[in-house]
């Protein structure tokens, strides 16, 4: 498996509080959306680092072993996460769960990051990050029910409004997505 990260970060054989100094640093030179990568070697740092990332409203994607190295992956959040959506079309998170329950012709579409798909996704859905959406929006069927999710329903929203520019015309904003999703997931969590 092969997780991209935009930056990554060696703390290895740091102990408490330099990873998560050395983290919030890296962070703030980071444009928003991006990947991190912290590499250490400090046991505690998973839980520190996660609950760092929590308390900031940095996404705190999940932790990878390697050998005695811990890869901790988060993403940064950008300002407006919590701005207006403005694609008219929006189904809320149980109204999605009751859709896959009764419709195994709908297409989940995944527009969040491959590493933050691969630690958590929807079961059954389509991963095709935003910034790849353009080239392979030919991939989802123009007469499809397109239900469009990410973590807080912002990047969904443009990934929506994106499809209907392009000639979708059954396409839906999921709100408020995965951060608050409870249905049934995949992953390597």
Partial sequence: MNLKADVILDAKGLACPMPIVKTKKAMNELEPGKVLEVQATDKGSK???????????????GTLEEADILKHFLRKSSDDETTEKNYPHVISNNELMDKIESDDSIVVLD????AEYTFNHI??????????????????????????????????????QKLTEKGFEKVFNVIPGMSEWSGKTEGIN
Wanted: one cysteine or more; hydrophobic letters at 35%.
């Fill in 123 to 160: 079961s059954g859905a389509v991963s095709i990050p935003m910034g790849e959406l353009d080239e392979r929006s030919n991939e989802l069927g123009k007469e499809q029910e397109i239900f469009v999710v990410c973590r807080t329903g912002n990047r969904s929203d443009l990934a929506a």
């Fill in 111 to 114: 527009v969040r990051e491959a």
């Fill in 47 to 61: 839980a520190d680092l996660k609950a760092w990332a929590e308390s900031t409203g940095h996404q705190y994607l």
